[in-house]
Structure formats: structure tokens, C-alpha cells
């Protein structure tokens, strides 16, 4: 008998034992040290034996495997969602028609938490993985085989050898989330907003080392062909899966009629924030298979389970300041510090108290401990102050009457309160960040904290400084953090901006009302800001979503001296002003579809990706419709990924987009 395979097949054996101990049973009979050892010895024997590698060798799950897309995988069953209840009379409600229709007085429910990850289907075959795969729309999930794997806890063989469909949910446990974060911030990388996003990114990275690092956990939910199977019951089908070595939750519990439901639900509404992961609700669950054929389905959920979403979180915190904010327009923000509270999944400790009026209806003071809400990826919002905390000698928050940065007095209009002094420091900061942010000339590598640094040392006080930096390189270069090639780099994107297209300049000079969207349809129609400036008041108002206000406003920018010199001058430093001719797109995937934006894409910006696909006669639009060809979905998406799979709305991820891109520049 050969050796090496007797050592591999005993390496084998053991590390998927110590696995199974460590990750689903949540014991171990061996160390760290040791693990490390034996798998070490089996990655070598593997590399001098390629021969002998399993394509389930525990070495599988370190990763390695790098994909260019995700292979797509139509669900042998749709992979449906659960329709919500949002408190107990819908859920009684439930109850009575599952009771109507079966003929039950009390129906035996499973309860399970409802895990806020990402939903996975696994196929099992002759007692081996065959893939996972994602939901996707329901019908078409993606093959992340190679990143579902290296969670160590996922069961590579199994001792079953029947057909057999999984699903669960991949999660990131919050201490995990914690840790990354904690390591991001010190590498300065952008934090992980909360674990659903983090779990689903990291479950569709395309190079599964680095979802390996990720440490993803899961939990079993459901034996999609149970019945076949000869189980009777649901909660039966999850014992057998944890005895197949599937991690299921320890949280689950049968229930024998409603009121054990509702008992459930009352002692998990509390235990909720104990728990290493977040949950959104729970879950409950017909436990007789036999009654799912009775209770039926509808397009997209089963009758015999429903989820119970908890109400919004609410925390309680204390507020150790109010501080105003004066954005370009003058607008006044008075904004929380909060001490630092998590809720729904992620840390807080900031606010928006909106304006005057909403801190003197809720009479918020400085000290006082106040409710902060928040459901799903929403904003937290403050909701109002525990008065049975507060100390009685907090005085009232009395609303400053002068701008706090340059005191000049504060003018109300419908509620709100605006510096009007053009020449205000906090406006004038702002005004430049928007100059460069991508909503007005999109110079990259030069962010908000910067460009308060030079309008603090006087480098760039207006528009036009910012095509003057050379005057001033000594001094960029003695500020800290900047180095000759940081100042090269900076440099040369703000010179390379004046070649930007003019509907760029025009918006980001800032007149009010006419952002991006606004500045495209006007530089259609007059070619250049030169033309649109010499246009009569009653042409300006013949141009689509062009009114009253938005004419008035562009003739009043241009009237004026000083705003009218500042655009001269600009225009004299040689930023174009005239419209970049478009080339009618030839026939391609992206002509005349409507697409939406969603999430972070790593290989450019959005608004550079948005142009590439309006030069192809994409248009883009910023909300989910029916009217929505498709969603572009990039990492740590939002809500509308929800929306677009209710219209079955293609979603495109950036590694197919793409694709399709350079497909259509051809
Ligand atoms: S059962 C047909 N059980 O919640 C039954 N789902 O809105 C399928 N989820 O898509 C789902 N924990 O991603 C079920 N214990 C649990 C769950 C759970 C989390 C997720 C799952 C599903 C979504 C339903």
C-alpha cells in the first residue's frame, strides 16, 4: 500500500473530525498548534503528490481559486422568500388561516431566528457537495462553491448518498465584523457598514482567498426535499441534518399552537442582542410536512411560514453635544454626538437633528439620554428624549441666532435656517468640496478634509486656486502627509479636468438647482455655458425639466459681478465650456435601456462607469422601477437589489458588466 495516500487519507480523517468539533459542535479535542501542523503536512504531501489531492481535501477550504464571473445555477426548486408579519395580530392572523385550512385546533410550529445574512442553497450528490449556490432572482442563483467552502463548517461529503437540496443562510458573526473593522480602520480602508453587506460581499469575491479571510460562519434552515426523503416533520429533517454534520441552529424550539409562538417571540425580542449574530425576526415554520401541499404557495412565499420582523431597533444614548453644520447654500444642520451605541448591526455616533424646529418640538437638550431608531440600512435617527434620565438642570438648547463660523446672522425661511453670507468659511469649504466631488468636475485624489487644509492656509480659497497649486508647491509639500507624488498625482488630475465635458463645469459651479442631471439637458440643447448664458429668460424656460426657479436661478449667477468674473476667469484658465460632440452609439447591449446603480464597484467610480454606459446610450436613472432594464449591483449594496428581484429586474454584477462593456466598445 502506497504511503503517502495512507497518510493522506488519515490527515484527511482527522482535520474534517477536528473540523466538525471545532466549527459545528463548538469543541475541540486538539490545538490551534496542532490543527495548523496536520493541515500543513497534507498541503505538502498534496504539493509533492498532486496525485493524491482530493478535490474535497481539507486543503480545499483555505482557498485559492480565483474566477473571472460566477457560473450561473437554475434552482431545482425557485428559492422563495417568507412573507412578513410585523406583530402578533399578524401573526395570530396566521395562524387562523393555517388553522382554517387544515382543520387543526393547535398546530405544531417550529420557531427559528431569521438569521440577517445571505440566503444558499447547497446539492448534494452520491454524499458529495455538487455546489452552492446563491439565490440570485430565485430561479437563477451563481455558483460561490469555491467561496461557501471555506467556511469549515460546510460538510464536503456527507454520509447520505440520496439527492439532496440545503438552504441556510451565510452569515458574518459580529464579533468577526468587529475585528475586520477594527484591522480596516488601522489600514485606513473603508468600514464594513454591517454584516449582512460584509457576509454578501464577501460571499461573491471572486478570489476566494480572500473570502476565506473573511471567516464566514452559516447555519442550516431547511431540507428542501424532506418529504421525499421520508421525514414527517420539519424539525425532524433539521435533527438528521445536524446529525449529517450541518451546523443548525441551537436557537430553534417546537411550539404546539400559537400562544408558544407568541412566548417565543416575547423571550427572543429581548434575547436578540445577546446573540453573536444579528437577526432581523424570526421565523415560524408549519412542522408537518404533509400540510405544505394542503397550505400551498404563493408567486413567491409558502403559506406554511411566515417571518416576523422585529420592530424597528431602538437604543438609548446620551447626547454629549449639538454642533451646526453650514453646507454651501448656507443651510444650517444642527447634528448630534452621540456616545458611541450600536444599533441594527452597526455602531453610531453621529446625527442629524434636522433643523430648529425638530429639536424644540422634542425638546432635545445637551445631556439628555434620547431614543435612536433604526430599521434595516436606513439612518438612524434620534426619535425622541427619556425624560425619566434627564438631569433637571440641563439647561434648554437655545439655537444659536449667528452662523458659528463667520456670526453673521442666521435668516429663517419654512423652518430652515441659512447663513447668507457668500463669503462664510464653512460655505466656502463646502463649495469647493462640491467643486471637485463627482457631482461637479470629479477631480479625484484630492477629498474634503484636504481641501480644508488649503482653504485654512489660504492655498485655495475659490474655484480658480485650484488650477494655481504650483504657485504654492512648497508649501503643499511641507503639509504632512503629502509627497512629491501625492502633489504629481493631484496635480495632474486637476489639469487633465479642464478638459472635462462643459455640463461638468457648469455643475459644479454650484447654482442652485442645476446639478448634474439638469446641466446635461442644458448643454444638449445649447452646446455651450457661453450660449446658455446669452439665451433669453423665455428659452431657458423652453428647456425640459427647466421652471421658473431654475431659469431665475441661472440668470441671477450670471448677473452677478462677482459670480460672473469667477466663471471668466475660469473659463480663461482654459476649463472647456463647450458640449463634447456624442457619437450615436451603433447598436449595442446597453442602447436605449434604463439601468440603476447600486453598491460600490472596485474597478471605477460610478459616475465613471455610469458615463461609459451613457456614451454606449444607456440611461441612467437613480430609482427602481418596472421601467428599470437592469440593476448594476456592486459591493455592500442597498436596498433597491430587494426591489429589483420583487420586479424581476436583471442585476448585472461589475465582473459581467464588464464583460459587456468591452463587448460593446468593440
Ligand atoms: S426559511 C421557503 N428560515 O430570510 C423557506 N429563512 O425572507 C425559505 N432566513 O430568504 C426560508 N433565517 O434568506 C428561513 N431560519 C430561517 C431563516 C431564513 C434567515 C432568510 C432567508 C430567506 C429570508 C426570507
Redesign the pocket.
Same mark, same amino acid.
Not at 79 to 82: A, E, I, K, N, T
Not at 112 to 115: G, S
Given at each position: 500500500m502506497d504511503k503517502d495516500k495512507e497518510r493522506v487519507e488519515e490527515l484527511t480523517k482527522l482535520l474534517n473530525k477536528y473540523n466538525y468539533e471545532y466549527y459545528v459542535l463548538n469543541q475541540s479535542s486538539v490545538s490551534d498548534a496542532e490543527f495548523d501542523r496536520l493541515m500543513q503536512e497534507l498541503q505538502a504531501l498534496e504539493t509533492r503528490r498532486p496525485d493524491l489531492k482530493d478535490k474535497f481535501s481539507p486543503t480545499s477550504r483555505v482557498g485559492g481559486m480565483v474566477s473571472s464571473e460566477f457560473r450561473k445555477i437554475t434552482h431545482s426548486r425557485m428559492?422563495?422568500?417568507?412573507a412578513n408579519a410585523f406583530s402578533e395580530k399578524d401573526l395570530r392572523e396566521f395562524d387562523r388561516k393555517v388553522r382554517q385550512a387544515t382543520g387543526l385546533r393547535e398546530v405544531p410550529y417550529m420557531m %427559528? *431566528?431569521?438569521?440577517d445574512?445571505?440566503?444558499m442553497s447547497l446539492v448534494y450528490e452520491n454524499g458529495e457537495l455538487q455546489y452552492a449556490a446563491t439565490?440570485g432572482d430565485g430561479v437563477i442563483g451563481e455558483d460561490v462553491t469555491q467561496n461557501v467552502i471555506t467556511i469549515p463548517s460546510v460538510p464536503l461529503k456527507i454520509k447520505d448518498f440520496r439527492n439532496i437540496e440545503i438552504?441556510g %443562510?451565510v452569515y458574518m458573526s459580529k464579533k468577526t465584523l468587529n475585528t475586520l473593522n477594527a484591522e480596516r480602520e488601522k489600514r485606513g480602508l473603508p468600514l464594513l457598514s454591517n454584516a449582512r453587506n460584509a457576509a454578501a460581499g464577501s460571499v461573491r469575491q471572486l478570489d476566494s482567498k480572500i473570502a476565506a479571510k473573511r471567516k464566514l460562519e452559516a447555519f442550516w434552515?431547511?431540507f428542501v426535499n424532506a418529504a421525499e426523503c421520508d421525514f414527517e416533520t420539519h424539525s425532524d429533517s433539521l435533527d438528521y441534518l445536524q446529525k449529517l454534520g450541518f451546523r443548525v441552529?441551537p436557537e430553534r424550539r417546537k411550539c404546539l399552537g400559537i400562544e408558544e409562538v407568541l412566548d417565543y417571540v416575547k423571550e427572543y425580542t429581548e434575547k436578540r442582542s445577546s446573540l453573536d449574530y444579528d437577526i432581523d425576526g424570526l *421565523?415560524l415554520?408549519v412542522d408537518e410536512l404533509a400540510l405544505y401541499d394542503i397550505l400551498g404557495y404563493t408567486m413567491k412565499t409558502?403559506k406554511w411560514?411566515i417571518?416576523y420582523k422585529f420592530p424597528p431597533e431602538e437604543v438609548v444614548t446620551k447626547i454629549k453635544d449639538i454642533f451646526l453644520t453650514v453646507g454651501r447654500t448656507g443651510r444650517v444642520v444642527p447634528n448630534a454626538v452621540l456616545e458611541p451605541v450600536r444599533v441594527a448591526g452597526s455602531v453610531i455616533q453621529r446625527a442629524t437633528l434636522n433643523n430648529e424646529d425638530f429639536v424644540r418640538n422634542l425638546d432635545i437638550r445637551i445631556g439628555d439620554y434620547v431614543y435612536i431608531h433604526k430599521a434595516g440600512d436606513v439612518i438612524p435617527e434620534v426619535s425622541g428624549v427619556d425624560l425619566n434620565k434627564r438631569n433637571k438642570t440641563l439647561p434648554k438648547y437655545k439655537f444659536q441666532s449667528t452662523c458659528p463660523y463667520c456670526h453673521h446672522p442666521l435668516v429663517k425661511k419654512d423652518s430652515i435656517h441659512y447663513c447668507v453670507n457668500d463669503m462664510c468659511p464653512s460655505r466656502s469649504i463646502n463649495k469647493l468640496v462640491f467643486f471637485i466631488s463627482d457631482q461637479g468636475m470629479d477631480i479625484k485624489g484630492l477629498g474634503p478634509s484636504l481641501v480644508e487644509d488649503f482653504f485654512n492656509l489660504g492655498i485655495v480659497t475659490n474655484f480658480a486656486d485650484f488650477y494655481t497649486l504650483a504657485d504654492h508647491k512648497e508649501e503643499i509639500m511641507d503639509m504632512d502627509g503629502i509627497s512629491e507624488k501625492t502633489y504629481n498625482a493631484i496635480t495632474r488630475t486637476i489639469e487633465a479636468s479642464k478638459r472635462n465635458d462643459a455640463y461638468m463645469f457648469l455643475a459644479a459651479l454650484g447654482i442652485p438647482m442645476v446639478g448634474k442631471k439638469t446641466s446635461q439637458t442644458l448643454m444638449e440643447k445649447y452646446q455651450s455655458i457661453d450660449n446658455m448664458i446669452d439665451a433669453s429668460f423665455d428659452d431657458l424656460l423652453s428647456t425640459p425639466d427647466v421652471g421658473m426657479q431654475i431659469a431665475t436661478n441661472i440668470k441671477h449667477y450670471f448677473a452677478n459681478p462677482q459670480t460672473r468674473d469667477q466663471y471668466e476667469i475660469l473659463k480663461g484658465m482654459g476649463i472647456n465650456t463647450i458640449a463634447i460632440k456624442k457619437v450615436v452609439a451603433k447598436d449595442n447591449f446597453f442602447k436605449g435601456k434604463r439601468f440603476v446603480l447600486t453598491g460600490t464597484l472596485s474597478s471605477a467610480s460610478r459616475t465613471e462607469m455610469t458615463e461609459r454606459i451613457e456614451a454606449l446610450g444607456g440611461k441612467s436613472t437613480s430609482s427602481v422601477s418596472s421601467m428599470v432594464n437592469f440593476l448594476i449591483v456592486g459591493e455592500n449594496p442597498g436596498s433597491k437589489i430587494d426591489k429589483a428581484r420583487s420586479l424581476n429586474i436583471r442585476l448585472i454584477y461589475e465582473e459581467e458588466l464588464l464583460e459587456l462593456l468591452d463587448e460593446a466598445e468593440k
Open positions: 428559492m422563495l422568500s417568507l %427559528e *431566528v431569521k438569521i445574512g445571505l440566503a439565490r438552504r %443562510e434552515y431547511y441552529n *421565523v415554520k409558502p411560514a417571518a
